[in-house]
């Protein structure tokens, strides 16, 4: 008599949990690699955590102490990081993709190379911070402090930076394109052939500026201030070139 086969049972792989993401552990300590994604790490003391690589995708940080943290090639895409201390962390080639820093404390934080397309940095303090090569495209930036910030060859198109303090600030070869500065305080800045076209610049403040070979073209001015800044070799608002050793006037 042959032997009769058990039927084959079809179980979803989803309902035994053996798909392939893996899920958070909340409860693990910090450690490279930690899955804490959407994880309630609020007000959290990790000041010098090593999160390197760590999977923090809407995790929630509000007014967490992250000093000096490692956290170099996490993805914190959608997390809050409001009122966060992040001062001397690195976060360089991070994904902060939407994620919500308004208020946090970045004083020389270390953000090269990073992700921060459509981050809420209202009111957050960066003095000194650097974010070279780093893409903030329509990110918010009202009233950020970001005195001696490093910003070259920054992507920031149609970026708010509108009352925000970038005295002193090094935007080499930055793209500003149809980004708002309007009330915005640039002075001693370095605007090196920056692309600043199409910029809202109501009320702009560039006293000392350094805009040697920068792009204005069809920037939108009134009560801007120039004085003592050099605009040698700019293309000007009406596309004429600037005189290469022109000061703070384009005539």
Excluded at 14 to 36: E, F, K, Y
Excluded at 55 to 62: I, N, P, S
Excluded at 98 to 114: I, R, Y
Excluded at 120 to 146: H, I, K, P
Aim: charged residues 25%.
């Amino acid at each position: 008599m042959p032997l009769r086969r058990a039927p084959f049972l079809l179980v979803p792989l989803l309902a035994l949990g053996l798909h392939s993401a893996s899920w958070a552990a909340c409860d693990d300590p910090p450690a490279p690699g930690v899955n804490w994604s959407r994880c309630d790490k609020s007000s959290a003391s990790l000041p010098g955590a090593d999160l390197r690589g760590a999977v923090l995708k809407g995790t929630q940080f509000r007014e967490a102490d992250l000093s000096g943290a490692r956290l170099s090639g996490s993805d914190l895409s959608f997390a809050d990081l409001s009122g966060a201390i992040l001062n001397r962390a690195w976060l360089d080639s991070v994904r902060l993709l939407s994620a919500n820093l308004s208020g946090a404390q970045l004083e020389n934080a270390m953000l090269d190379h990073s992700s921060l397309e459509r981050a809420d940095l209202r009111d957050a303090q960066l003095s000194g911070a650097s974010l070279t090569e780093s893409n903030l495209y329509q990110c918010q930036l009202n009233s950020a402090v970001l005195v001696g910030a490093r910003l070259i060859r920054a992507e920031m198109k149609q970026a708010v930076l509108d009352n925000a303090n970038l005295n002193e600030a090094n935007l080499e070869e930055a793209n500003l394109l149809q980004a708002s500065l309007e009330r915005t305080s640039l002075q001693r800045s370095k605007l090196v052939k920056a692309r600043l076209e199409k910029t809202n610049l109501y009320y702009a403040d560039f006293r000392e500026a350094d805009l040697f070979r920068a792009s204005l073209v069809d920037a939108r001015l009134f009560e801007t201030r120039f004085e003592g800044s050099r605009l040698g070799g700019a293309l000007w608002v009406d596309r004429r070139r600037c005189r290469m050793d022109a000061g703070d006037s384009c005539d």
